[in-house]
């Protein structure tokens, strides 16, 4: 099979919550088979599996141990901070609604 069905370029596009037109669900029943073409090449590479290295390192993240230290005065912490109310630190807005 060279292409996807139309429902099958409609049911992506709904999961990508994206308009298609007519014109451009024939373009995508050609493109988007190709690329899972591509993707299923993944399957006949030699040696696959689920052991397979993926990072270039193989060891856990060591941490140190957790010892109880002596309290910071909130107010020698407040001069470091350049900006500030009351005993809070003003940070930026990171995220906008």
Do not use: F, Q
Not at 61 to 75: C, F, I, N, Q, Y
């Amino acid at each position: 099979m060279d292409k996807l069905s139309k429902e099958e370029v409609l049911h992506v596009a709904k999961l990508a919550k994206i308009k298609v037109s007519d014109s451009e669900i024939e373009s995508y029943e050609v493109e988007l088979k190709k690329l899972l073409n591509e993707i299923d090449k993944i399957d006949s590479v030699k040696g696959y599996d689920e052991e397979m290295l993926i990072a270039p390192w193989n060891d856990d993240a060591t941490l140190r141990k957790d010892e109880v230290g002596e309290m910071l005065d909130p107010k020698d912490v407040i001069k470091n901070a350049p900006r500030h109310s009351g005993n809070y630190i003003e940070v930026p807005v990171v995220i906008n609604e």
